[in-house]
Nanobody, 119 residues
Framework: VQLQAFGGGLVQAGGSLRLSCAAS????????MAWYRQAAGKERELVAA???????NYADSVKGRFTISRDNAKKAVYLRMDSLRLEDTAVYYC??????????????WGKGTHVTVSS
């Protein structure tokens, strides 16, 4: 099982980006999916999470600016980031709880995608 993230890049403050992450491999189902980020010199932090039932949870710092969504048919999770700020600069990682067969859940991380917000 692999998670592949796309969509990072350089954007000016106030701009928008959309991150995508797709799961591949032997997958029976996917439970929770999430985006984390890690800025230079800081610990990795949860940005947003979404359950299989599409309930969402956001870090206070991104509420009202970021939107997490998922497409279960495509085994994908997305993060729409609007009104980007300099402090949103970080490496963004997708994360998912994946069942490769019934009753066996493992947590997976994708390789990070860089988001740089410039002034």
């Amino acid at each position: 099982v692999q998670l592949q993230a796309f969509g990072g890049g350089l954007v000016q403050a106030g701009g928008s980006l959309r991150l995508s992450c797709a799961a591949s491999g032997s997958i029976f189902s996917i439970n929770g999916m999430a985006w984390y980020r890690q800025a230079a010199g800081k610990e990795r932090e949860l940005v947003a999470a979404i359950t299989g039932g599409h309930d969402t949870n956001y870090a206070d710092s991104v509420k009202g600016r970021f939107t997490i969504s998922r497409d279960n048919a495509k085994k994908a999770v997305y993060l729409r980031m609007d009104s980007l700020r300099l402090e949103d600069t970080a490496v963004y990682y997708c994360n998912a709880d994946i069942l490769s067969r019934p009753g066996t859940t493992m947590n997976y991380w994708g390789k990070g995608t860089h988001v740089t917000v410039s002034s």
